[in-house]
């Protein structure tokens, strides 16, 4: 029987030990999940709050190294360093993606770093060994936790993909250091034995009370007792040290509050020494009143409390505490002192701090936050929710967004929607809702899933932006794009994607169609008797008149200039030819009335059809072109039909040929670079040149532009040329910069195509800003028709590479009545007079006038004047007496190849020579 109840004993000392262990097991275990999962959350938290520390729109298309100065750099990275200073997070940082490299946008330091004085330039700094799993983030648009191991050490770390508000795709990264939370862990696992071990003692008394055999032999209880002592000293001794280096402060105090014992730890948190601390008295000492009252409890057999700033008294020191007072009482009952706990948080509370800014910054987003539950009933929105919808928080608390539904959202994205969500990847898209009023808007949202430690989804976060002005804008960015602003009509592009569409439809099913070329005669007389304003009046009317007279299923465009397209759908050629002989003779009858004049009206026409036969949407449109060409030719106000055997059209069609020659002339950089000098008339300066284009024939010969350049107007080719001068041009300057201190600039020619090429702008400022070429020694020429007719973007042009340092000259000016009108709106540095008033300045004095007026305006608007076509000396002579600033035609030099500048450099050199002998 004794030895029965000795098993019982010891087997249940044995459960309870195992159970003790398991349980050390799994809190341990749930303590480490709680851990990371505080880790994680922090790092989310820090990552997200860098590009609220960035400078707004900080990362944006375009990005380059050298956009930032290194202080703005340096600025950015003691800001996120001052963020972090407090927390466990030791870095924190933007990545941005170009090409297939990472680079650094932005970084925080170290304490360390930042006194050690190492260099803190972040900026497009590449991220070489970065970990190939960052990669994923931008691949996928999702959050990305990882362990990595680079040059800086060993981390756990968030990546999180970002868009700027322009779309540029970034990521904000946090860093915590591995060795930090091994540490940490650590501390928890030391506090767990130390409580084990104290549960393991509650086993002493058990056995001494169930040991039968301990009870009845005396001698082996009093071994037992010696036995036990040992151990109890021994524990005690563990006990201590567990005391002593645990991560909380730890004292004991007598019945009158005098100090007794304290582990190292409490001696770090209050600052002091041992030697102080040992024989103080609380009571008469401490001066917080409310930890005094924790202390009073504690004396009186209550457990006191504390939390709250506290400066310690003998160490001055200031922490944000937690303390807890714990009687204890001797073996009659009576209190004889406390131990207490302290536990410097002031970390804790700086981290709480910044997440209650983060929340306030939720709370004040400027767009709406919408959280839900699983199952989608709302558990909190945002002051911008209320505003955006007109719905009060308590109006839609415990209900589903789906009462902001309008009905004009395909349920197929709700369908998509929730798919995703429960997938656990993040939704984006938008939503046509209703307001409380019933007023629609559209929202832009992103809902993204919370989950637990465990992976379950528990809540839906939604951030959504009232979008509707941006949708308004962008219907009517859209509109411009594919109509014409002036009249309202298509313009060209969009219209050539519906014949194009036509033309497959033609083919497919063998349906007849017929297209339109319409381009009005005379168009210029009144642009240059009563200005573009008048102009843009008669394209509207005209646009209106011809609109009426044609069926609602007829497409009908403006391409540009005084030129409208229109495709009759289903109808023969004959069809096409009546109606446009009714809209013909309706505008013999029409007068454009501009002021006190009065303007007759007239049109010529080219017809082709469109059938089985026709091969693309791009022959149809020549063959229409070269119709209506044809009708000009013949006089005027006539229809043409096209006809492959038609002579007239077969000599527009030289132009096509032309335009072929150029193409193969690009492919085969056939084309020359020649220069004419721009010579001073007034003072002694350094001379300029016109950079001029020539063709070399297939058979070797030298092509004027007369030749080609009309044509390439014609077919769209000038801004390829334009391309090609430039950057040939100022790969010649770049090689040969050396040999060019004699001159003042280079002029190269834009055409009107050009002004609006934002590939060709962003080509000649990289060129400038690598510092290939300097920005001084280019001067752009742009005539006259071309800027007036591109006013917008000529403005755009001219602005953003005079801010580089270049020049822009008016080319041709004079040419049009309207001139001066449109002079004040463009910002040009000179104007080149036209140079049919040049010519004949000798014997015409009203050419003579011409250019005494436009020299006087052009000087009084700060500018230079350049008189070209000047042929003989007598004209440079009176030029220079009506103070036109420069001059250039045959009676200085012809046109040379490019490389005769370099050959002036060597007279000028040789004439300097000679003035020192």
């Given at each position: 029987m004794t030895f029965k109840m000795s098993n019982r004993v010891y087997i249940a000392v044995l459960v309870y030990v195992i159970w003790v262990l398991v349980y050390l097991a799994w809190d341990y275990s749930r303590e480490k999940d709680r851990i990371y999962q505080q880790i994680d959350s922090a790092l989310v938290t820090n990552a997200l709050a860098a590009p609220l520390l960035l400078p707004d729109n900080f990362h944006h298309q375009g990005m380059a190294p050298g956009d930032i100065k290194p202080a703005n750099d340096l600025a950015n990275t003691l800001q996120l360093s001052q963020y972090i200073r407090n927390t466990d997070v030791i870095y924190i940082y933007t990545l941005l993606k170009q090409g297939?490299?990472?680079?650094?946008?932005?970084?925080?330091?170290?304490?360390?770093?930042?006194?050690?004085?190492?260099?803190?330039?972040?900026?497009?700094?590449?991220?070489?060994?970065?970990?190939?799993?960052?990669?994923?983030?931008?691949?996928?648009?999702?959050?990305?936790?990882?362990?990595?191991?680079?040059?800086?050490?060993?981390?756990?770390?968030?990546?999180?993909?970002?868009?700027?508000?322009?779309?540029?795709?970034?990521?904000?990264?946090?860093?915590?250091?591995?060795?930090?939370?091994?540490?940490?862990?650590?501390?928890?696992?030391?506090?767990?034995?130390?409580?084990?071990?104290?549960?393991?003692?509650?086993?002493?008394?058990?056995?001494?009370?169930?040991?039968?055999?301990?009870?009845?032999?005396?001698?082996?209880?009093?071994?037992?007792?010696?036995?036990?002592?040992?151990?109890?000293?021994?524990?005690?001794?563990?006990?201590?040290?567990?005391?002593?280096?645990?991560?909380?402060?730890?004292?004991?105090?007598?019945?009158?509050?005098?100090?007794?014992?304290?582990?190292?730890?409490?001696?770090?948190?209050i600052g002091s020494t041992e030697e102080v601390l040992v024989g103080f008295n609380m009571l008469e000492n401490l001066e917080d009143t409310q930890l005094l009252n924790a202390l009073r409890d504690s004396l009186q057999g209550k457990v006191g409390q504390f939390e709250g700033p506290y400066t310690s008294v003998t160490g001055h020191k200031s922490i944000y505490l937690i303390a807890e007072f714990v009687p204890m009482r001797d073996s009659l009952g009576n209190i004889n002192g406390g131990v207490a706990v302290f536990n410097d948080a002031t970390e804790q509370?700086?981290?709480?701090?910044?997440?209650?800014?983060?929340?306030?910054?939720?709370?004040?987003?400027?767009?709406?936050?919408?959280?839900?539950?699983?199952?989608?009933?709302?558990?909190?929105?945002?002051?911008?929710?209320?505003?955006?919808?007109?719905?009060?928080?308590?109006?839609?608390?415990?209900?589903?967004?789906?009462m902001l539904n309008s009905g004009e959202t395909a349920k197929e994205i709700y369908t998509d929607l929730w798919e995703t969500l429960l997938s656990g990847q993040e939704w984006r898209g938008v939503f046509h809702n209703k307001k409380k009023n019933g007023e629609l808007y559209w929202a832009e949202e992103i809902i993204s899933p919370i989950t637990n430690s465990q992976g379950d989804i528990t809540h839906f976060i939604a951030q959504q932006e009232d979008i509707t002005e941006v949708r308004r804008i962008s219907d009517e960015i859209n509109f411009q794009t594919t109509h014409d602003l002036l009249t309202g009509l298509l313009n060209r592009r969009q219209f050539e994607k519906e014949l194009e569409l036509t033309v497959q439809h033609a083919r497919k099913h063998h349906s007849h169609h017929a297209l339109c070329f319409i381009d009005i005669d005379q168009f210029k007389i009144i642009n240059d008797t009563c200005g573009h304003i008048a102009g843009d009046e008669l394209l509207r009317q005209v646009s209106h008149l011809i609109r009426d007279k044609i069926r609602s299923r007829d497409i009908l465009a403006r391409p540009g200039s005084d030129e409208f397209l229109m495709l009759f759908e289903n109808a023969s050629l004959a069809q096409a030819e009546r109606a446009v002989q009714s809209i013909?003779?309706?505008?013999?009858?029409?007068?454009?009335?501009?002021?006190?004049?009065?303007?007759?009206?007239?049109?010529?026409?080219?017809?082709?059809?469109?059938?089985?036969?026709?091969?693309?949407?791009?022959?149809?449109?020549?063959?229409?072109?070269?119709?209506?060409?044809?009708?000009?030719?013949?006089?005027?106000?006539?229809?043409?039909?096209?006809?492959?055997?038609?002579?007239?059209?077969?000599?527009?069609?030289?132009?096509?040929?032309?335009?072929?020659?150029?193409?193969?002339?690009?492919d085969e950089n056939r084309f020359r670079l020649y220069a004419q000098p721009i010579v001073p008339l007034q003072q002694d300066k350094k001379h300029g040149y016109e950079i001029l284009i020539r063709l070399?024939?297939?058979?070797?010969?030298?092509?004027?532009?007369?030749?080609?350049?009309?044509?390439?107007?014609?077919?769209?080719?000038?801004?390829?040329?334009?391309?090609?001068?430039?950057?040939?041009?100022?790969?010649?300057?770049?090689?040969?910069?050396?040999?060019?201190?004699?001159?003042?600039?280079?002029?190269?020619?834009?055409?009107?195509?050009?002004?609006?090429?934002?590939?060709l702008l962003g080509y000649i400022i990289r060129s400038i800003e690598q510092g290939l070429v300097p920005a001084r020694m280019i001067k752009f020429e742009i005539t006259e028709t071309a800027a007036i007719a591109n006013l917008k973007d000529a403005k755009i042009f001219i602005k953003s590479l005079k801010k580089l340092g270049c020049r822009f000259a008016l080319d041709d000016f004079g040419s049009g009545l309207s001139s001066f009108a449109y002079l004040k709106n463009l910002p040009v540095d000179l104007l080149k007079i036209d140079g049919m008033f040049v010519r004949d300045i000798i014997t015409d004095p009203i050419d003579e006038a011409m250019v005494r007026s436009i020299n006087e305006i052009g000087h009084i608007m700060k500018m230079e004047t350049i008189a070209e076509f000047v042929e003989n000396d007598l004209i440079m002579a009176r030029l220079k007496h009506l103070g036109v600033d420069y001059a250039q035609g045959y009676a200085i030099s012809r046109p040379e190849p490019i490389d005769s500048i370099l050959n002036d450099s060597l007279e000028t050199e040789s004439a300097s020579e000679r003035e020192l002998q």
């Open positions: 297939n490299k990472l680079y650094f946008t932005s970084s925080s330091a170290t304490e360390s770093e930042l006194q050690a004085g190492e260099e803190l330039y972040s900026y497009f700094d590449p991220y070489d060994d970065a970990d190939p799993k960052i990669e994923k983030a931008f691949l996928d648009s999702t959050s990305l936790f990882l362990e990595i191991k680079d040059k800086w050490g060993h981390f756990r770390s968030v990546f999180i993909p970002q868009l700027s508000p322009d779309g540029t795709a970034f990521i904000t990264a946090a860093d915590i250091e591995i060795g930090h939370i091994e540490s940490m862990l650590k501390q928890r696992l030391i506090q767990q034995v130390m409580f084990a071990s104290v549960f393991l003692l509650f086993l002493l008394p058990v056995m001494f009370s169930f040991s039968a055999a301990q009870r009845r032999w005396a001698k082996e209880l009093e071994e037992s007792v010696s036995e036990r002592t040992q151990q109890l000293h021994a524990s005690e001794k563990q006990l201590s040290s567990i005391i002593e280096h645990s991560p909380v402060g730890i004292f004991h105090y007598d019945q009158n509050s005098v100090l007794t014992m304290m582990n190292q730890r409490f001696i770090e948190i509370q700086s981290t709480t701090s910044t997440l209650r800014k983060l929340s306030m910054a939720v709370e004040q987003s400027p767009n709406v936050v919408v959280i839900t539950d699983v199952n989608g009933q709302i558990e909190y929105v945002n002051h911008r929710f209320t505003d955006i919808t007109g719905y009060d928080p308590e109006e839609v608390l415990g209900k589903t967004p789906r013909m003779q309706h505008l013999k009858r029409f007068r454009f009335q501009w002021e006190d004049r009065s303007f007759p009206v007239e049109i010529s026409v080219g017809l082709t059809a469109v059938d089985h036969n026709t091969e693309t949407a791009v022959e149809a449109m020549k063959e229409v072109d070269t119709a209506c060409y044809t009708a000009k030719d013949t006089g005027r106000n006539k229809v043409h039909i096209h006809n492959d055997n038609d002579e007239q059209q077969l000599i527009h069609k030289g132009y096509i040929q032309w335009a072929s020659e150029i193409r193969t002339a690009l070399l024939s297939p058979s070797g010969n030298i092509v004027p532009p007369g030749a080609f350049l009309p044509a390439a107007e014609r077919y769209n080719l000038a801004a390829q040329i334009d391309h090609w001068v430039i950057q040939n041009t100022l790969q010649w300057i770049s090689i040969n910069i050396d040999k060019l201190e004699h001159v003042d600039s280079l002029a190269i020619n834009l055409s009107g195509q050009s002004l609006g090429d934002d590939t």
